[in-house]
Each structure stands twice: as structure tokens, then as C-alpha cells.
T-cell receptor, first 114, second 117 residues
Framework: EAQVTQNPRYLITVTGKKLTVTCSQN?????MSWYRQDPGLGLRQIYY???????DKGDVPEGYKVSRKEKRNFPLILESPSPNQTSLYFC?????????????FGPGTRLTVL | AQTVTQSQPEMSVQEAETVTLSCTYD???????LFWYKQPPSRQMILVIR??????QNATENRFSVNFQKAAKSFSLKISDSQLGDAAMYFC??????????????FGAGTRLTVKP
């Protein structure tokens, strides 16, 4: 089954404790991205990657890091989480750069930083 | 940068009735794509319908259709014969075709739709 998976689905942590949210897709998609969803703000892009070893900042990259060492994986790293990073996070992927192509979303990760 | 506005934070509709969700956007580009995504309580983002800006014909997917007004920069979603399973948060999204704009996808704040039995 074609899908985007994220782990963990739920995470409660404390300020300053490094964490990684994994994202993996099995569709051989070149394009992957991370979004955060906050009430009243919709989804905002954090980082994106157009292919292996090619990443760039989205609209709200501060406090986050990503890597793309393999085509299928695109982990999101919070080196020193803070309470303002409490949010719902989505990973997404799509075929190439054709804008018409649908973005497939993962199931989301609910992160709480105390 | 492009912006997407959904002016209705919440909407409700009676089962079997029709409801229209509004979306407007701001862009200087002439070619782009528009999407409606549904997010049920499971939180999964599900593509409902998409529209290419260069196509004048409005997209339709079963009970879902759009009213795309390019000059007015308006992209509303009509749900006909509403069903209980249509209850969800709906997001309007704009995607740029420009690689130097990272094929950016921008979302509105969302409209929460309630369906009353």
C-alpha cells in the first residue's frame, strides 16, 4: 500500500530534550516536506526537499533541522524543543516537481513540549 | 508571497442539504493550482478536489464541485447531498508552479464543517 508513515504519532517531551520525528514514504517520491498545523493558522511549511541531499527552508524553519540521506526518509529534528513548538506535524511527499501532482500526507504527529 | 483566506471558521449543514465553503487567494502568478483538502477527526489529510488555473471548466468529483472565479481569485467548494461523513475540517490550498518558489503550497486557516442529522 502506497503511504507516508510518521513516528511517533504522539509525543510529550520537556524543553531542551532533543527529539526526532521520522517520516518515510514508499512511493519513490522526489519531493518531501514538513508542515506544522496550528489552530487558526492552517498548515505552514517548515522545510522541504526536492531530492536526496537537497533541502531548503520553508516559512517557519527556526528551531528545526532536517536531512535527506535517502530518498524514502525525511526526518524532522528538534535539537532543543521549546513550548512554542507544541503543534501537530505533518510530513508529505509528491512525485517530482509537477505542481499538479497531489501531495500525500502522513497521519500526523501530535507533539507537546512542556 | 501568496496568501489563502478562508473567512468561515465554522459552517454547519443539514444532512442531504448543500453547503458552500469559501476561499479566496492572493497571487500575481497567472498559472497555478488550487486544492481542497479534508481533515476528518482522524487527522488524515485527504485530497477532495483540485483545479488548474488555466482551465475554465470547474472541477467536479461526485458530490463535490468548485466554483473557480480566476478574476476574483475565488475558489469555493460546494458539497451536495451532505453526508455525516463529510463532517471535517476543510483546507483550501494554493500551489505555485515555480521551482524558484519551491512549488510552494500555501494553506488557508481551515473551515470546520458540522453535518447535522
Amino acid at each position: 500500500e502506497a503511504q507516508v508513515t510518521q513516528n511517533p504519532r504522539y509525543l510529550i517531551t520537556v524543553t531542551g530534550k532533543k527529539l526526532t520525528v521520522t517520516c518515510s514514504q514508499n512511493m519513490n517520491h522526489e519531493y518531501m516536506s514538513w508542515y506544522r498545523q496550528d489552530p487558526g493558522l492552517g498548515l505552514r511549511q517548515i522545510y522541504y526537499s526536492m531530492n536526496v541531499e537537497v533541502t531548503d527552508k520553508g516559512d517557519v524553519p527556526e528551531g528545526y533541522k532536517v536531512s535527506r540521506k535517502e530518498k524514502r526518509n525525511f526526518p524532522l529534528i528538534l535539537e532543543s524543543p521549546s513550548p512554542n513548538q507544541t503543534s501537530l506535524y505533518f510530513c508529505a511527499s509528491s512525485v517530482g516537481l509537477a505542481v499538479y501532482n497531489e501531495q500525500f500526507f502522513g497521519p500526523g504527529t501530535r507533539l507537546t513540549v512542556l | 508571497a501568496q496568501t489563502v483566506t478562508q473567512s468561515q471558521p465554522e459552517m454547519s449543514v443539514q444532512e442531504a442539504e448543500t453547503v458552500t465553503l469559501s476561499c479566496t487567494y492572493d497571487t500575481s502568478e497567472s498559472d497555478y493550482y488550487l486544492f481542497w483538502y479534508k481533515q476528518p477527526p482522524s487527522r488524515q489529510m485527504i485530497l477532495v478536489i483540485r483545479q488548474e488555473a488555466y482551465k475554465q471548466q470547474n472541477a467536479t468529483e461526485n458530490r463535490f464541485s468548485v466554483n473557480f472565479q480566476k478574476a476574483a481569485k475565488s475558489f469555493s467548494l460546494k458539497i451536495s447531498d451532505s453526508q455525516l461523513g463529510d463532517a471535517a475540517m476543510y483546507f483550501c490550498a494554493y500551489r505555485s508552479p515555480r521551482r524558484d518558489n519551491n512549488n510552494d503550497m500555501r494553506f488557508g486557516a481551515g473551515t470546520r464543517l458540522t453535518v447535522k442529522p
